[in-house]
Structure formats: structure tokens, C-alpha cells
């Protein structure tokens, strides 16, 4: 199959006048054009419909205006918090109670004048990790949302420079553009850095006062974290805003069916011929000789090179957090299973709230950076069975429901479920004290090194697993999907078999893609190209 642009003297001035690209004839019944604005259905009669803006770009944007508002929220209740000083108000509240401790702790609390920009919030401590686990999924919506826009104006500008090799990338890994551009590596840091310090900030909103006396269920909030919190969603924010008016996206669907075919449909890649049955680990094979059927594909752990280190990676983490609960348990001498609480503070006396703010980031990088690369695995997954969908009565449906696309297999769903989970147990592992600072809890740790074991073995699971069946495993290669799929169509796809190319004594199949119904299956004991 060849590739030409359409550009017919009689269309020159009409294509001109509509502002509308050159379209490649691409040999299908219906060629799927997207522009950024809108898209375009090419019939083989040359005649144009349009069709609306999608659902995903309405969800993007509806995302990065959510985001923006909360930061936004946050930061007004900071400024709030900062400006009316209720250190008198609390201090009057509490002589009313009679109890001196309280009032000394609270005389020498606010002896700094930055902690006595704070309200004292009595509220249990089932209330307060409850709440905290509250901030962390709302921060994890807001960084869903961020980052679904970086890593769609990241994918297209990779293509635009002819480096994009899967419709998965590691986002904040893989720049594209110049040092300071919209998705260049001072981006892609900053987007880092600002996911770290939101999920930090978001375990640090209540600080729990448990040094004065649990009968009171004291709990602090500072300026500090609300101000973190919302700058750091209002820069993600802002980011996505100017990248996703200012970047060039051909559409906004995170579907390999729908990447490729725009890609196709825009003559950025070609279909080679003759590779209907090759898959994702006969991709740069030199020949096109015909090869039979094969019962088992390859796992992702065969099919990409990142994903045994993002594997590796996981596992040194839930080792990490095993390893430093373990050590403290060890040093305290005292039984997990005791009743008592064991915390370390690591020789860090209390100190401004700003710098022990950020020792909590640092360490939460960890955490985060583990979890973001595994976005990788599961997203190369959720790709795979997306495609082979196609070779199921139900077929593939290009250009579906955004939201089911991102978050329809199990191996996504249980990766957002794991996101919230782990960085609430992290941020009870490790915390502020009022008046104490920085701590670690032996047993949220281990509990915290646990978790990153089971996430260990569910990404490790995903990696090593191989899908059974002779349709082709392409993992949202872009490449293999064009050669794998012949017929483009803005209808559910089918893939199977679809005739003899020639007779002979070994007869030689083709297998492919329809629109117009399932495809019977393929022959197993004949060779196809």
C-alpha cells in the first residue's frame, strides 16, 4: 500500500480556502483525518464530513480547569489562614479548659511567629487520617488530570520529531522539543517536582498534636502546606493550559487505534506490506517472508526495553521501606506487635516547617518516581488489550469513550486504586508532629513496604504475563499497528482472516482489519504475509 497526498489542481483553491491539510490516500473505505480543532471523515467519493470535538479533548480541558480551581481554592485558604491569626482566639479557647499544659505547649508554640499563623482544629485522629486520605485522592485527581494533557502534548511532540516509537512513554523521562519548551526536560522536572510536593503537602494539611494529650484530638493547620498544595496544582495547571492551546495534537484520544490512524491518515508513517502475522518482536526484521500463526505472543517484558528496569525499580523500593522499618523496630528493640508506637526522628530537631517540608518531599520522590514509571506497564497493557479486542466478537471501537479507554482494564484500575493508597500510607509512615517535627512510624513503614510489595508483584505480573491467541501483540506500537492493520475504519474493527494472496502448493493467507463484521479466525497450520 502506497501513500500520496491529494493534491488535485481543481481542489487546490477550495482546500485553501477551508484551511484544511493535504490528505494521504490511504486505500480504505474511510480515512479518519484529526486536526486539532476538529475531524475530518475523507470518503474514496473526496467528499468531507465533519465530525465533532471529542469527548477526550472536552475531558482534558474540563480536567486542567478543575485543577486550576482547586489550586486556586487552596491558595485563597492559605492566604486565610496566614492573614487572621487566631493564635489569640485558640489560646483564649484553651484557658477555658483549665489544663496548663495545654497552655504552655500552646505560649510556646507560638513563640514563633510563623507557627502562630495556624488554627488548632480538634478533631480525632481517626478523623485526621481519614481526611488526609481525602487530600490524597483529591491530589491524585488533579494529577490525573495534569498529566493525561503533558503526556498527549508530549506524544505528539515526540511524532512531530519522528521519535515516537510506542503510544506509551515515560512522560517525565522523555523530552521533546528544546531545553525550555512545553514538554523539554525544565518542564518535564518542574511537572516532577510539583507532583512530589502536592502529594507531600497533602499528608502534611493536618498536623496531628499528640504530644499534648489525646483526650483533646488536637489538630494544626498551617499555611505552609495549603500555600505548597495550591501552587503546585495552579503550575500544573497553568502548564497544561499552555500546552494544550499551544501544541499541535492530531487527536486527543489516548487509543492506539485512534494515535495510529491519525498518524497514518497525516502520511507521518506508512504501512508496509507483507507483515500481516509479524509482531511487535518482528518489527525490524530485514524479510517479509510468510510465517505461520504463533499460539502465545511475546509479554511486555520482551516487547520493551524499559519495563524489566521499571520492574526492578519497584521492587528496590518495597525493599527500601521494608529495609528502614525493619532497622528501626531493630534499634528500638521493641516487638511489632507491643501496642506501642515506635518513631524515629532521624536527629532532626524541630525547625521551620518549610525545610522539614521539604526533607518529607524528598523522600516522597521516591515513592512517586516508583509509582509514575509504573504507568508505563500497565499503560503498554491496557494498549495490548485495546488492540486485541479486534479478534474478539465485540471488536475494537476506535475513537470510544475516554474515559473506559484509560481506565477500562483492570491493569489501569488497579494502578489508580494503588496511587491514593500508597502515598496516604506514606504520609502516615512518614509525618510532621506539632512541636516535635519530623518522624517516622516503624509500623505505617512496614506497613508502607507491604503495600509496595503487593504493587511489586501486580506490575511484575503484568510485565512477565503473555497473551495466548495468533493475533499479532503490538503493546501500542505505533509501527506494528500500521502494518498489522490494512483496513481503517471509523466503525468497530475486526481482525482476522481474509483470504489467499495466490495459489500454489503452500497457498499464502492474509489476515487483516474490516469494519464490516467479524472476520472468521486465522488458519493456524498456514503462513500468512
Known amino acids: 500500500m502506497s501513500y500520496s497526498y491529494l493534491r488535485d489542481a481543481d481542489d487546490d483553491e477550495e482546500t485553501k480556502s477551508n484551511s484544511l491539510p493535504y490528505y494521504p490516500r490511504t486505500g480504505s473505505s474511510i480515512s479518519l483525518v484529526t486536526t486539532s480543532k476538529r ?71 507560638q513563640a514563633d511567629p510563623a507557627k502562630e499563623r495556624t488554627i488548632f482544629v480538634p478533631i480525632s485522629y481517626t478523623a485526621n ?26 506524544k505528539w511532540g515526540l511524532a512531530d520529531e519522528c521519535r515516537l516509537t510506542f503510544n506509551a512513554n515515560l512522560r517525565l523521562f522523555s523530552p521533546s522539543g528544546s531545553a525550555f519548551s512545553m514538554n523539554g526536560p525544565v518542564v518535564n522536572a518542574l511537572y516532577g517536582i510539583t507532583m512530589v510536593f502536592a502529594y507531600a503537602a497533602s499528608s502534611s494539611l493536618l498536623l ?10 488536637l489538630s494544626i493547620i498551617s499555611f505552609i502546606p495549603l500555600l505548597v498544595l495550591g501552587l503546585t496544582l495552579v503550575i500544573q495547571a497553568t502548564l497544561g493550559l499552555v500546552a494544550f492551546y499551544h ?15 491519525a498518524l497514518v491518515s497525516h502520511g507521518r508513517i506508512r504501512r508496509r506490506p507483507k507483515r500481516c502475522m509479524r ?34 525499580l519497584v521492587w528496590s523500593i518495597a525493599l527500601l521501606w521494608l529495609v528502614i522499618g525493619g532497622s528501626i523496630v531493630w534499634e528500638r528493640g521493641v516487638s511489632f506487635v507491643s501496642g506501642e508506637w515506635i518513631y524515629w526522628d532521624g536527629g532532626v530537631p524541630p525547625g521551620p516547617l518549610l525545610l522539614q517540608s521539604l526533607l518529607i518531599g524528598v523522600l516522597q520522590s521516591v515513592v512517586t518516581i516508583g509509582v509514575h514509571c509504573c504507568e508505563l506497564v500497565t499503560t503498554l497493557a491496557r494498549d495490548e488489550g485495546i488492540w486485541r479486542k479486534a479478534s474478539s466478537g465485540k471488536g475494537a471501537e476506535p475513537g470510544g469513550n475516554p474515559l473506559k479507554v484509560l481506565f477500562g482494564g483492570w491493569q489501569s484500575m488497579g494502578l489508580l486504586v494503588a496511587k491514593p493508597l500508597v502515598h496516604w500510607i506514606f504520609g502516615l509512615a512518614v509525618s510532621l508532629e506539632a512541636g516535635e517535627g519530623f518522624k517516622i512510624a516503624a509500623q505505617y513503614m512496614l506497613v508502607l513496604g507491604c503495600c509496595m510489595i503487593i504493587v511489586a508483584i501486580f506490575i511484575t505480573v503484568i510485565a512477565i504475563r503473555r497473551p495466548s491467541g495468533p493475533q499479532p501483540a503490538a503493546y501500542g506500537h505505533i509501527q506494528t499497528l500500521a502494518d498489522l492493520v490494512d483496513e481503517w475504519s471509523t466503525k468497530t474493527m475486526y481482525w482476522g482472516h481474509k483470504g489467499d494472496l495466490g495459489e500454489g502448493p503452500w497457498p499464502v493467507c492474509h489476515a487483516g482489519t474490516t469494519g464490516e463484521g467479524v472476520l472468521p479466525p486465522v488458519k493456524m497450520e498456514e503462513v500468512y504475509a
Open 129 to 154: 487520617i481519614a481526611l488526609s486520605l481525602l487530600f490524597t485522592i483529591l491530589v491524585t485527581v488533579c494529577t490525573e488530570a495534569t498529566g493525561y494533557v503533558h503526556g498527549m502534548t508530549l
Open 247 to 261: 501544541t499541535p495534537v492530531l487527536t486527543w484520544s489516548s487509543s492506539p487505534l485512534d494515535v495510529t490512524s
Open 39 to 109: 475531524s475530518w471523515l475523507l470518503k474514496p467519493d473526496g467528499t468531507l464530513d465533519v465530525v465533532p470535538v471529542t469527548r477526550a479533548k472536552q475531558l482534558a480541558l474540563s480536567g486542567l480547569i478543575f485543577t486550576l480551581l482547586a489550586g486556586i481554592a487552596f491558595v485563597t485558604i492559605s492566604i486565610s489562614v496566614y492573614v487572621i491569626s487566631p493564635g489569640r482566639v485558640e489560646k483564649q479557647k484553651a484557658s477555658n479548659t483549665n489544663d496548663s499544659s495545654l497552655l504552655e505547649w500552646l505560649h510556646q508554640f
Open 279 to 312: 509482531s511487535i518482536l518482528g518489527i525490524y526484521d530485514p524479510t517479509d517472508d510468510p510465517i505461520r500463526p504463533s499460539p502465545r505472543q511475546p509479554s511486555p517484558w520482551a516487547s520493551h526495553k524499559l519495563v524489566a528496569r521499571v520492574v526492578y
Open 208 to 217: 496531628r498534636a499528640t504530644k499534648l494529650n489525646t483526650d483533646l484530638g
